[in-house]
C-alpha cells in the first residue's frame, strides 16, 4: 500500500490556454492515456464525505485510489487491484483492499452497494518545475471535454505562489474549480436531468 498526502493545485482551461500552456512547457513530453472508473453507492455515500473511489487504467496496470480529506490537501490510499471495471459493475467487499475497506466502513459507507458509474479519460502530460509536478490534462467523460493544469507540490504556500506565477504567464485568474470526480458527477446529473 502507499499513502500519499496529496497537494495540488489545479485550474480549468480553456482550449487556447491549454495550447498556450503546451506550447510554452511540454513541446517535447510524450503524453500518455489513463482511465479513471469512478465508483460510489447509488445514494453517493462517498460523495457525501468529499471522498472518492476510482480504479485507474494506466499502461495495463489497474491501480484502486481512495482519495479522503486531510487536514491540508487529500489523503490518498493506492492499491495495485485485479479488478477490471466497467460501467454498472459492483464491486465487491472482498475486491477491496483492507485499508480502503476499513476507511469506508469509517464513513458508514454500505460497501455492498459499491458500483461502477462511469470513466473519465484523460490524456496527460507532465513535466518538472522547481521540483514540483506540472500536469496538463485533457479530459474525455460522458460526451464531454476539459482542460485543466495541475501542480503538485509538496509545500502548500511556496507551491501556491509559484502555481500563481505561472497562471499569471497567461493572464489567468486563478479559481479552484471542482475535481474531475466532481466534474464527472455534474456531468452525469446535468445529463439525466435533461
Do not use: C
Not at 472482498?94 to 485499508?99: G, R, T, W, Y
Not at 480502503?100 to 464513513?107: E, F, G, S
Not at 455492498?112 to 521540483?131: F, M, N
Not at 479552484?176 to 464527472?184: A, G, L, T, Y
Amino acid at each position: 500500500m502507499a499513502t500519499n498526502n496529496e497537494i495540488e493545485f489545479k485550474q480549468l482551461l480553456s482550449k487556447d490556454h491549454y495550447q498556450a500552456i503546451y506550447d510554452t512547457y511540454f513541446l517535447d513530453t510524450k503524453p500518455f492515456s489513463q482511465t479513471n472508473y469512478y465508483i460510489d453507492t447509488p445514494n453517493f455515500d462517498l460523495k457525501s464525505h468529499h471522498s472518492a473511489l476510482r480504479i485507474r487504467i494506466k499502461d495495463d496496470t489497474y491501480e484502486m485510489t481512495l482519495k479522503v480529506p486531510a487536514e491540508i490537501g487529500l489523503m490518498e490510499y493506492n492499491f495495485d487491484t485485479k479488478v477490471e471495471p466497467k460501467l454498472n459493475m459492483l464491486i465487491k467487499s472482498q475486491d477491496l483492499p483492507q485499508d480502503i475497506l476499513n476507511q469506508l466502513l469509517k464513513m458508514d459507507v454500505d460497501v455492498d452497494d459499491l458500483i461502477v458509474l462511469g470513466a473519465l479519460t484523460t490524456e496527460r502530460i507532465e513535466t518538472e518545475i522547481h521540483g514540483n509536478l506540472l500536469v496538463l490534462d485533457k479530459n474525455q467523460y460522458l460526451d464531454f471535454e476539459d482542460f485543466e493544469l495541475e501542480y503538485e507540490v509538496n509545500e502548500y504556500n511556496e507551491g501556491l505562489i509559484q502555481f500563481k506565477s505561472i497562471l499569471n504567464q497567461f493572464n489567468i485568474n486563478h479559481e479552484i474549480p471542482n475535481n474531475k470526480v466532481q466534474r464527472f458527477f455534474n456531468r452525469k446529473h446535468k445529463l439525466s436531468d435533461s
